[in-house]
């Protein structure tokens, strides 16, 4: 069975950095691509940034470019988003996502962790 956890979600003030694990379990993700998504109350989830498990290649979102950076620790079976320069804009729940690479749903999901920024 397939499990996503996140954590180091937390409370930071403007500026400041966090950043965010998700441990991956319940299969090889080899062939996958793992994504990180927000979503505030209200709004719709939006993509913050994904990495492909193998190849390691990623795509951000316009508003995580130059503040963002999501990477995966193979051994630890571990993705992490290092977030930086943190606005209050960025205050969300903040999901860890996977989905097999040749498809463009994601079908895994975590219980997602929140992030709250203060001015």
């Known amino acids: 069975q397939v499990q996503l956890v996140e954590s180091g979600g937390g409370l930071v003030q403007a500026g400041g950095s966090l950043r965010l694990s998700c441990a991956a379990s319940?299969?090889?993700?080899?062939?996958?691509?793992m994504g990180w998504f927000r979503q505030a109350p209200g709004k719709d989830r939006d993509f913050v940034a994904h990495?492909?498990?193998?190849?390691?290649?990623?795509r951000y979102a316009d508003s995580s470019k130059g503040r963002f950076t999501i990477s995966r620790d193979n051994a630890k079976n571990t993705v992490y988003l290092q977030m930086n320069s943190l606005k209050p804009e960025d205050t969300s729940f903040y999901y860890c996502?996977?989905?097999?690479?040749?498809?463009?749903?994601?079908?895994?999901w975590g219980q997602g962790t929140q992030v709250t920024v203060s001015s």
């Open positions: 319940g299969r090889t993700f080899s062939g996958y691509v």
């Open positions: 996502a996977a989905r097999p690479a040749f498809v463009t749903q994601y079908n895994y």
């Open positions: 990495i492909t498990w193998s190849s390691g290649i990623t």
